[in-house]
């Protein structure tokens, strides 16, 4: 899903926490927003570490690209995977979560409660427009194909 979206989707779902969560402070709702779209940095250091260009304008050059390959390969069958996106990875939401179990810390919390939401919007879109098969979901895995 393209950061846009999660921007939009983010406030809309932090605001609706915010109205209807009395517990929530607006820090607090602000932190879900912002880790509700902040967490797509990944592809940004994705396409740094692919490209070796620091320029967001080379991220986005780098990402049309990509795109019209990935298109290119479909039209002949081949379903390419996308880069490894750390922050998408089920390993790296399973330590944020063990972090979360551990402190306790509410600001953690509400971290995690917006990224579990971009994670959300991700699958749905992924599974919408037939992507789920691009991802790469497992940092572990990721690492042992390369072996
Ligand atoms: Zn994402």
Redesign the pocket.
């Known amino acids: ?1 393209l ?1 846009r979206w ?1 921007f939009l989707f983010g406030m809309i779902f932090s605001v609706i926490l915010w109205l209807i969560w009395p517990q929530i402070s607006l820090l607090e709702a602000v932190i879900i927003f912002l880790s509700s779209f902040l ?2 940095f ?2 940004y250091v994705s396409a740094v570490y692919n490209t070796g260009k620091l320029g967001l304008r080379s991220s986005f050059e780098h990402y049309e690209e990509r795109r019209k390959i990935y298109l290119i390969k479909k039209a002949k069958g081949i379903f390419m995977k996308d880069h490894l ?1 750390i ?2 990875t089920i390993e790296f939401n399973l330590l944020i979560l063990g972090l979360v179990l551990i402190f306790v810390w509410k600001p953690l919390i509400y971290a995690f409660i917006g990224m579990l939401f ?2 959300v ?2 699958i749905g879109w992924m599974i919408k427009t037939n992507k789920i098969h691009c991802r790469e979901f497992s940092f572990i895995y990721w690492i042992i194909k390369r072996l």
């Open positions: 899903m950061p999660h967490i797509d990944d592809h996106q922050f998408h971009h994670s919007l991700d």
